[in-house]
């Protein structure tokens, strides 16, 4: 079954370091919504943007990789059989409702060393 990563992004200038309750409830209850249902792979909030270390042409510099309004907030991988059901389930993420979006990408399979492909 095809895997898609659903990335979080949402204004870096809204951002808090005291995040609405509500607003994280919303999310916990998102997750737990697509656990139930059985195609969350994976998925994770992240720290805030400016404890990322990025690195460019082997440069090592503070702060993420591209200079941008919104940033991404955190990430899952969801296990669906189309675009269409990602895109449906991704559309219920309470980050809309908050001044956020996402963005849905396929993943790629990966074949092992051992011959075994990983999706």
């Not at 449906?88 to 990966?110: F, M, S, W, Y």
């Given at each position: ?7 979080l992004h949402f204004p ?8 609405d309750p509500e607003a ?44 941008t309004k919104d940033v ?48």
């Amino acid at each position: 079954m095809p895997q898609y990563a659903v990335f979080l992004h949402f204004p870096a200038d809204r951002i808090s370091a005291d995040p609405d309750p509500e607003a994280l409830a919303a999310h916990v209850r998102h997750g737990e919504e697509l656990q139930r249902s059985g195609v969350m792979v994976f998925g994770t909030p992240l720290a805030d943007h400016t404890a990322a270390t990025s690195i460019r042409g082997g440069v090592v510099t503070d702060g993420p990789f591209t200079e941008t309004k919104d940033v991404v907030v955190g990430f899952y991988v969801i296990d669906v059989p189309s675009l269409d059901e990602a895109l449906e389930l991704a559309g219920r993420n309470p980050i809309h409702d908050q001044g956020g979006g996402v963005e849905v990408r396929p993943t790629e399979p990966i074949e092992s060393s051992t011959g075994g492909v990983t999706t």
